[in-house]
């Protein structure tokens, strides 16, 4: 089944304990991306892939860090998180080749809940 | 940098009754793209469009790419109470960015 996975779905931590949240993505895409999602000020890119080795900064990449050394897995770490990066934390992937829907349609995974204390 | 306002905020409808959610945008927008997410999982395409003036349906959805290419239309006939969620319009950022409006939350009364 073509899906992209994420874990943990759920994480609570306390402020400067430096986390990792993985996502992989088993559809050969080329490009990878994190998202978070507050109320009232819906989805929110983070950083971005193009492909391995190659990652940019979205909207809110503050406090973020992202690598992509294979083209399945694009991890998003938090070296020191803090209260305000509480959210909720989604990867999608997409693919390059082509134009139309197939360019455009990101799938999304399942959605990481993060709580800092 | 490039916004998107989506309005309504929320809806609270009764199962049967027609929807209408619009987006607009700071800038042109050569691409206009319809997420829904179903409560607990990620957005999942429900339509994309090309063209300013283009006009696509999925089903009982009908999205409207504007003619000034600033705004788009979301309309859900007859809807039912699997329509439930939130409904968010997107299009390319800048680079390889991309921008999501705030999200329509919508509610059905069976």
């Known amino acids: 089944e073509a899906q992209v996975t994420q874990n943990p779905r759920y994480l609570i931590t306390v402020t400067g304990k430096k986390l990792t949240v993985t996502c992989s993505q088993n559809?050969?895409?080329?490009?990878m991306s994190w998202y978070r999602q507050d109320p009232g000020l819906g989805l929110r890119q983070i950083y971005y892939s193009m492909n391995v080795e190659v990652t940019d900064k979205g909207d809110v990449p503050e406090g973020y860090k992202v690598s992509r050394k294979e083209k399945r897995n694009f991890p998003l770490i938090l070296e020191s998180p803090s209260p305000n990066q509480t959210s909720l934390y989604f990867c999608a992937s997409k693919g390059l080749a082509g134009e139309g829907v197939s360019y455009n349609e990101q799938f999304f995974g399942p959605g990481t809940r993060l709580t800092v204390l | 940098g490039q916004q998107l306002n989506q309005s309504p905020q929320s809806m609270f409808i009764q199962e049967g009754e027609d929807v209408s959610m619009n987006c607009t945008s700071s800038?042109?927008?050569?691409?206009w793209l319809w997420y829904k997410q179903d409560p607990g999982e990620g957005p999942v395409l429900l339509i994309a469009?090309?063209?300013?003036?283009e006009l696509t349906s999925n089903g009982r959805l009908t999205a409207q790419f504007g003619i000034t290419r600033k705004d788009s239309f979301l309309n859900i006939s007859a809807s039912i109470p699997s329509d439930v969620g939130i409904y968010f319009c997107?299009?390319?950022?800048?680079?390889?960015?991309?921008?999501f409006g705030a999200g329509t939350r919508l509610f059905v009364k069976a």
């Open positions: 469009l090309y063209k300013a003036g």
């Open positions: 800038s042109i927008f050569n691409t």
């Open positions: 997107a299009g390319p950022g800048g680079g390889f960015k991309t921008i």
């Open positions: 559809m050969n895409h080329e490009y």
